[in-house]
Each structure stands twice: as C-alpha cells, then as structure tokens.
Antibody, heavy 123, light 109 residues
C-alpha cells in the first residue's frame, strides 16, 4: 500500500529554521516525484515545487523560488521541505503528494497525499 | 505561467441535484487537467485525471469533460458526502509546475 507519512505539527518563532519531512513507503521511491503544496488558513491549494528523488532534479513555482528548499534522501525514502528563516506568513498546512500514474493511465498526477503538517510561526 | 480559474467560487445545492463546476486554463493544456475534492481538515483527494478519467474507487456520479482551455466537473446526483471544496489542477507544465485553480466550495442549500 502506497503511503506518505508526514512529520508532526511545528510551532516556531519568526527567523527560526525548520525542516519538515514526508516518508514514502509501498512503492519505488526513486521512480516518482514528490511535490509540496501549501494551504494557508482558510485558503486554497498552492503548488510549491517538486523533487524527483531518482536524480534529485528539483523545481519550484516562481512564488516559492528562493523561499524554501526541497530535498530528498533516497536511502530513507524521505523528502523534505525546509526554511532557513521563517516568517509569520509561512503559517500554513503543508502537504506532500506523489506524482504517480494511476492504474492504466498514461499521465502522471498527484495521486497519493500525505496527511499534512501544520506549521505555526508566531512570536 | 499557466493560470487557472474556476466558476462559481461557491455553490449551494440540494441532495439529488446535478451540479457542474467549470475550470478554465489561460492556455491550451490539452487534457492535462485533474480534479480534487477536499473536506475540512483532510488532504485533497484525486477524483478525475486526464480531464475525464475516474480515479479508482471514486463513485460514478462524478464525471469530467473538456479539453484545451475549458473543462467541467459534473456530479450527477449530489450525496451528503459530496459537500466539500473542489479544485482543478493543470499537469501540463511538467516537470515542475502544477497550478491549482482557486477552488469551488459546494455547500448544502
């Protein structure tokens, strides 16, 4: 069974650093991309970027370029989203999602999602 | 960048109603359009991929259509568990950019 399990909720102060994680299991981790999605309180979904763990190829939405870093450790089938200096506006739920291919499909889509990690940034 | 819009932004309907949500892309995305359902406090759930393909396990009352720049999600007969927010998403801009629409909140009338 494909599963993405994310790390727990975090409460941080502005200026602090943070790394949250997304552990994949039940599939070949290096064969599929892992994307990250932000959902600010009461708002919609925003695609942040994606990493392809097989070759570590990474790309970011223009809104998030330079604001966060996406990485992955193949040896422990885990992807990461990190900030070097958090802002109050980073308060949100962050989801990871696998870029997979549904059975019989020819396209790749975000088919499995983690449960979300709530990040709260407040002084 | 490809921009996605949805209409309406919110919708009130009754059990048993037929409901249609529209999604438009700012440029031709062929059939690289997905639909997600999100309930409060839950992760999004893939309903439709490739504009018209039903994800495994999704009830057949959900259907999708369209290509190019205009797409629709239809729920043929609303059930209580269908009240949620629905998002379209383009997956044309591989390998990095998967833009979401702003969402349509479906509420009980």
């Amino acid at each position: 069974e494909v599963q993405l399990v994310q790390s727990g909720a975090e409460v941080k102060k502005p200026g602090e650093s943070l790394r949250i994680s997304c552990k994949g299991s039940g599939y070949t981790f290096t064969s599929y991309g892992i994307g990250w999605v932000r959902q600010m309180p009461g708002k919609g979904l925003e695609w942040m970027g994606i990493i392809y763990p097989g070759d570590s190829n990474t790309g970011y939405s223009p809104s998030f370029q330079g604001q966060v870093t996406i990485s992955a450790d193949k040896s422990i089938t885990t992807a990461y989203l990190q900030w070097s200096s958090l802002k109050a506006s980073d308060t949100a739920i962050y989801y990871c999602a696998r870029r997979g291919r549904p059975a019989g499909a020819t396209v790749y889509v975000p088919d499995y999602w983690g449960q979300g990690t709530l990040v709260t940034v407040s002084s | 960048d490809i921009q996605m819009t949805q209409s309406p932004s919110s919708l009130s309907a009754s059990i048993g109603d037929r409901v249609t949500i529209t999604c438009r892309a700012s440029q031709n995305i062929r059939n690289y359009l997905n639909w997600f359902q999100q309930k409060p406090g839950k992760a999004p759930k893939l309903l439709i991929y490739g504009a018209s393909n039903l994800q495994s396990g999704v009830p057949s009352r959900f259907s999708g259509s369209g290509s190019g720049t205009e797409f629709t999600l239809t729920i043929s007969s609303l059930q209580p568990e269908d009240f949620a927010t629905y998002y379209c998403q383009q997956s044309y801009s591989i390998p990095f950019m998967y833009t979401f629409g702003p969402g349509t909140k479906l509420e009980i009338k």
